[in-house]
């Protein structure tokens, strides 16, 4: 399947690269720690990919960085600033997040659920403006949700589910976008769609976009800058190219394999061992 | 600079401007409220006419505008009630809409959680000992509210998790009606029995100075209420999504929570514990409106007219029996819950 995205200008302002970073993060749930002491500092601008095995906190980082989770010690922080302590309304107008399968209200129209990333926009005495419209149409244009605004979500396919999740936090306008695994429980023509719809964001809309994923050929693909987590630390990170390697595949996923270069792309592409 | 008045972007609902003021309005909405109201007035006007006298609908009117023979009964006999029980009805339809929202459950209601047991047994204590009268409304109402203390700090645990709220809410309303029926077996009979009344809930004797204890909070609440109308869309999202569109989603639930329990613990400190009036207006407002989530002013004037006509019929079907409103609200609203229970069941 595919869908034909128009190549918009992407709304009218230019938008400021947002700079993401960690000081001496500490993280976690309950008595254990995640994250410990972990440092950071993410390019603006760029498209950063997050990997890693399970529970080496990946999430969790993501998560800490949209201040959907609070740190134990240590700051995350935004353009320098400490980003929790940011009123987190405000927040949501230059960072916006979409957590690991979100949970779809009930009827909701595409449309209707777009709408709401004009939220952090809003008060209850001024509830819509012009510009608000303007950032529907925009997000609903950007992720060629046009055709199906006045659908039910529920009865869309999966990959056009997440494309309206996307357009909700496209409408709330943000310099920065960051995102949970955006591409579990898609099949991989939908993956690859909403991986192109991450790329070219970050490309023609000079967004920050930050994406946990965990298809290591997919992220060397897209991403200018890869992070490699393990156990809680950044084991390593920067270009793909540089960062994935053999080594890097042993000693974080234990896995044997030989990396080369992708046919199509030149990007690194993993080839685990032959099976036993 | 906005000169023309932008569209909504969503189908079916318009923009409406008033000075500072800019809502956006579901037009469906705007059809079931109006509606609603008309049937309620209708009904307002037929509950004024029928009793031990009859009185012709044209002769209500005439009668509330001061003329004609029916003044009397109308005015000061029957539309103090009426009035009443429109108010206790409004109150616990808003209080249902918020406590469904807030939970994201449509069994949430104040008699499902509590409130209403809170509200009974403290009525009963007052009821089964030498306190007067005036005691009954304070101390129900403190019962009501204490009672929804005891469920918000229970299911407190890292902020205000939907699920546990109800849960919690169940427990209490079982352990505070055990305890209001071991106080019922210890009371004179006559004592049990009026406390039997009040438990069931009955605008019977109510008149203007009720009404007052009920509407005043509610216009004191307005504006809270114009701004909860629009803070519940964000309850139906999930809590990170939430919390991403710049939503502090544990004081919101948690205003919205209370707001809801100071309704109901109102309604019910002056009319008793009148059932299943919050869970039935709102899910039929739901329903009518065709929202994800119960419609805070459609869900008023449904609790209304649902209390207008039961009261109406409470009064009157048994006549000179008149049974306490709140036996009829439960015999209609119980078999609404289980067609409720058996519809959502895949």
Known sequence: ?276 | MRTAMPSYPVAGRSVVSAGPLTFVVRRRSAGVFLLLLALTLVAVVLSLGVGSTFVAPVDVVRALAGDGPFTLVVQDLRLPRIVVALAVGTLLGLSGALLQAVSRNPLASPDVIGVSQGAGFAATIVMSTDLGAAWLGPFALLGGLAAATLVFTLSWRYGLAARRFVLCGIAVALATKALTEIFIVGADAIDGQRAQIWLAGSVAGTGYPEARILLIPLVVLLPVLLWAGRAMDTTALDDEVARGLGVRVTNRRLLLGVVGVVLAALAISQAGAVDFVALVAAQLARRLVRAERPPLACSAVAGGLLTVVADLVARTAFAPVQLPVGVLTAVLGGPYLLWLLVRRTP
């Open chain 1, 1 to 276: 399947m595919t869908t034909e995205h128009p190549s918009l200008p992407d709304g009218g302002e230019t938008r400021s690269p947002v700079r993401l970073a960690a000081r001496e993060l500490s993280v976690g749930y309950g008595n254990r720690l995640i994250i410990e002491g972990l440092d950071l500092e993410l390019p603006a601008g760029a498209f950063t990919v997050v990997i890693g095995p399970n529970a080496c906190g990946k999430s969790t980082l993501l998560r800490t960085l949209a201040r959907l989770l609070a740190p134990r010690g240590g700051a995350a922080l935004i353009d320098g600033e400490d980003l929790h302590a940011q009123p987190t309304r405000e927040l949501a107008r230059r960072l916006s997040v979409l957590p690991q399968s979100p949970v779809t209200p009930e009827g909701v129209t595409v449309a209707d659920l777009v709408a709401r990333g004009r939220q952090p926009y809003q008060r209850w005495f001024r509830q819509w403006g012009a510009e608000d419209s303007a950032a529907v149409e925009r997000a609903l244009a950007l992720t060629g949700l046009t055709d199906v605004r006045d659908q039910s979500v529920e009865a869309l396919s999966g990959g056009q589910r997440q494309r309206v999740w996307i357009a909700m936090t496209l409408a709330q306008d943000t310099d920065a976008l960051l995102l949970d695994e955006p591409t579990t429980y898609l099949d991989l023509a939908h993956q690859v769609e909403v991986l192109d719809l991450l790329r070219r964001l970050n490309r023609d809309g000079g967004r920050t976009v930050i994406a946990v994923l965990h298809d290591l050929n997919q992220a060397c693909r897209y991403a200018d800058h890869l992070v490699v987590m393990k156990d809680g630390r950044v084991v390593d990170q920067g270009p793909p190219d540089k960062v994935m390697s053999a080594e890097t595949l042993a000693d974080v996923f234990g896995l044997g394999g030989v990396v080369v270069p992708c046919p199509v792309t030149g990007a690194p592409m993993v080839v685990p061992d032959a099976p036993a």
